[in-house]
């Protein structure tokens, strides 16, 4: 696990099941329509129990770059922040991407989050480069908190070496880890 401070928050890097994280608000790497199907969203929505698709169900369908925020079923977090990086069966953009992140980071201040995990938003189904999306999500993340916050943590909870080496370059690249 990589770990750094910045602006009072703590920002961890770390190979995690995100469904496990007993936080705040965990995020969902979600589609516009909302519909959990694999990856991420498929494992919150296994381990969550059916409650949070029929929230989601109520929400949805949201524009891409935007998020809506659901309870957590029986996951050991309170809340689901779906962050739409994608339209249902398509692909992230860095647009997306940023977009989708930085909602979700607005919406966790506005239902009082102080703990947060984020997995990789948009680079696994949704098919944005690893590296390049990474950058984006830290960036997004500096500027939330540049622009004050009260996150106390922020845990990106990645799938497999390659994810957790390319968020722990990024991390590096855009806090001066």
């Known amino acids: ?38 990856g991420v969203a498929g494992a919150i929505a296994r381990k969550g129990g059916p409650s949070i698709q029929e929230e989601c169900d109520r929400h949805g369908p949201i524009q891409v770059g935007e998020a809506a925020i659901t309870g957590a079923g029986n996951l050991p977090a309170r809340y689901v922040i779906h962050a739409a990086s994608m339209p249902l069966g398509g692909k992230a953009t860095a647009d997306s991407i940023r977009r989708s992140v930085a909602h979700s980071l607005r919406l966790a201040e506005t239902h009082g989050v102080e703990r947060i995990a984020f997995p990789a938003v948009g680079m696994g189904i949704a098919g944005f480069p690893l590296n390049e999306g990474a950058r984006i999500m830290m960036e997004t993340l500096k500027a939330h908190l540049d622009g004050g916050s009260n996150l106390k943590l922020i845990r990106f909870c990645l799938f497999g070496r390659e994810a957790t080496e390319a968020f722990e370059r990024a991390l590096q690249e855009v806090f001066g880890v």
Do not use: F, K, P
């Open 1 to 38: 696990m990589t770990t750094t401070t910045y602006r009072g928050a703590a920002i961890e890097v770390l190979e995690a099941d995100i469904t496990e994280q007993a936080v705040d608000a965990i995020v969902n790497a979600a589609n516009s329509a909302l519909i959990l199907g694999g």
